[in-house]
């Protein structure tokens, strides 16, 4: 399962862990009070480098906001 792509519930809220390719994963979260989301990111990086044997992480702050774009 480790080599497959999926989506991985990484919190409560709706943030996920998405595998991008062999040992690269990539997570969005949306934008919270400093606290509450240090600790996300916290929880996020150790899951992600602990549990997954994750190599690299790209970790995207959102603030909810759509941004219209020709791709969208």
Request: glycine share 4%; net charge positive.
């Amino acid at each position: 399962m480790a080599d497959q792509k999926y989506a991985r519930r990484a919190t409560k809220r709706d943030q996920y862990l998405v595998k991008k390719d062999a040992h690269s994963y990539y997570a969005e979260v949306a934008s919270q009070p400093l606290p509450a989301q240090s600790a996300l990111i916290e929880r996020l990086i150790d899951f992600a480098f602990g549990d997954l044997g994750a190599q690299h992480l790209e970790v995207r702050v959102a603030d909810g906001r759509k941004n219209c774009c020709a791709t969208c």
